[in-house]
């Protein structure tokens, strides 16, 4: 073989087994990825990702799984929970101290001794539940970050407001800030394309026969979420809209106030959620 050709026939080899390392390395990370099922063994595959096709409903499905997960797993999990899913932080109320209504003055002195032990009582029954609740918290936060994948704590690190959640261990921050990455991640990629594809995909939504109707139900409400994110409506058409005036009444579209044609838009919304 002349030298020439030789030469030539190393270099390609060389650029195959280059080549055949970089997809190998490729390989292995998206395989590492697909492994990735959080930290908690209870919640394995309950995970919090960016960049995946599902993202909205994964992020939806993951925090009921963590809701019931923290019904079963912490300390009187009333308030954590209720507080979870709405993404609201609950305000634990004060006490109020019972009125003394009796007019025998020494029936009144008795009622007002029981009245401050019922009191001291209910003391520790608040300080009690504030404790457990501060408690619940910061083991929520831990519990949330654990099941975020690298891309998602990568994204998280990143944004304003981040330090601050983790400093004080604010779960209900984190989950926001977690639902607006999920959100946002397309329509900052572009904005045009994510309002056309989440639109796209709430039409081409349908409901499978293994499907849950609450299930179902769940995600067309998630992708008209998205759409409402990124900028976009769905059901405001003006064909749509001259139909709903016609059954008020207004035969023509151009006759209806503002407020009348806002509350028909909104009720054409508000069907397409149920």
């Not at 151009?254 to 009348?260: F, K, Y």
Request: aromatic share 6%.
């Amino acid at each position: 073989m002349p030298q020439d050709e030789k030469k030539v026939s190393v270099k390609r080899e060389k650029d195959r087994a280059r080549g055949r390392g970089t997809k190998n390395k490729r390989r292995n990370w998206n395989k590492a990825q697909s492994k990735f099922k959080g930290k908690c063994d209870e919640l394995s595959g309950a995970i919090f990702d960016i960049g995946v096709p599902n993202q909205t409903d994964l992020f939806s499905n993951t925090l009921k799984k963590i809701c019931t997960y923290i019904g079963r797993s912490c300390k009187d999990p009333h308030d954590i929970r209720i507080a979870t899913e709405p993404l609201e932080d609950v305000k634990i109320p004060y006490l109020k101290k019972r009125v003394n209504n009796e007019t025998d003055p020494g029936e009144k002195v008795r009622i007002e001794e029981t009245i401050k032990g019922m009191f001291s009582k209910d003391l520790d029954t608040f300080v009690k539940r504030e404790s457990t609740y501060r408690q619940n918290k910061a083991t929520l936060y831990s519990l949330i970050w654990g099941q975020c994948t690298e891309a998602m704590r990568a994204k998280l690190e990143a944004v304003d407001g981040f330090e601050d959640a983790s400093t004080e261990s604010d779960r209900i921050a984190l989950l926001r800030l977690i639902q607006q990455a999920t959100y946002e991640f397309e329509s900052q990629r572009n904005p045009y394309l994510a309002v056309y594809t989440a639109i796209k995909q709430s039409h081409n939504l349908f409901q499978r026969h293994s499907t849950p109707c609450d299930t179902y139900l769940e995600n067309m409400q998630n992708q008209l979420h998205v759409v409402e994110h990124c900028g976009g409506r769905v059901g405001n058409h003006s064909a749509l809209l001259e139909l709903a005036l016609k059954e008020m009444g207004i035969i023509d579209a151009s006759q209806a106030t503002p407020a009348q044609t806002l509350l028909t838009s909104q009720n054409q919304e508000t069907s397409m959620e149920r």
